[in-house]
């Protein structure tokens, strides 16, 4: 991800582009600048804690060593996921167990309609049910449109996804208004009016 704002400006020379290369590859760098400056000094026991919930039931995640991963770093995050790492396309098995064991503050979840996940079944299921982030009602719905903002595919849409999970979980360390922040990424990236 931090190759991203290169890569455009690559892309810009060889596509004769640059001025607008330029202008989202300067984006790419503020906001990621931004975000690393407000959460870096987070210290590690003051981290949120937080379970990214993969998959129909909500029992598959990622964890720190995935590249699928790395949005929860980057955004200030304690990622509880202590499991192995699947080779691949990640999304290593876990138990209901263990993620009542971790006791995650947060949990981002698949969407249920766009992706198959379980943002619907954590959020009413009575196994999740004694889940710190379930009972503080701290069940977030992975944003998916156009794509993933936080992991597949691995591509420009993280940069979004980075400020979002900031913002969620540290509102007073990278306070931005993140209706702002959507309505001016889509329209600089995919040139949408929201």
Same mark, same amino acid.
């Given at each position: 991800i931090n190759g991203i704002p290169e890569l455009y400006e690559k892309l810009g020379d060889v596509l004769g582009r640059e001025n607008r290369? =330029? /202008?989202?590859?300067?984006?790419?760098?503020?906001?990621?600048?931004?975000?690393?400056?407000?959460?870096?000094?987070?210290?590690e026991d003051e981290k949120v804690?937080?379970?990214?919930? %993969?998959?129909? /039931?909500?029992?598959q995640t990622e964890p720190s060593s995935s590249v699928h991963a790395l949005f929860l770093e980057m955004s200030g995050a304690h990622n509880v996921a202590d499991? %192995? !790492? +699947?080779?691949? =396309?990640?999304?290593?098995?876990?138990?209901m /167990? +263990?993620?009542?064991a971790w006791d995650p503050e947060v949990i981002i979840a698949w969407d249920d309609v766009?992706?198959?996940?379980?943002? %619907?079944?954590?959020?009413t299921d009575p196994n999740w049910a004694n889940i710190? !982030?379930?009972?503080?009602?701290?069940?977030?719905?992975m944003c998916n &449109?156009?794509?993933?903002?936080?992991?597949?595919?691995?591509?420009?849409?993280r940069v979004l996804g980075i400020q979002w999970v900031a913002n969620m979980l540290?509102?007073?360390?990278?306070?931005?208004?993140?209706?702002?922040? &959507? =309505? /001016?990424?889509? =329209?600089?990236?995919? %040139?949408?009016?929201?």
């Open positions: 290369a =330029k /202008e989202l590859s300067d984006y790419c760098k503020q906001a990621l600048s931004a975000v690393e400056d407000a959460v870096s000094d987070i210290p804690s937080v379970y990214y919930a %993969e998959g129909s /039931e909500g029992l499991v %192995e !790492a +699947q080779s691949g =396309k990640g999304q290593s098995d876990v138990s /167990e +263990q993620v009542l766009v992706r198959g996940g379980a943002d %619907e079944l954590i959020r710190t !982030a379930v009972k503080n009602g701290r069940v977030y719905t &449109t156009p794509f993933s903002w936080c992991d597949r595919p691995p591509a420009v849409n540290y509102p007073d360390r990278y306070d931005a208004d993140m209706m702002d922040v &959507t =309505k /001016e990424f889509y =329209k600089l990236f995919y %040139e949408v009016d929201l």
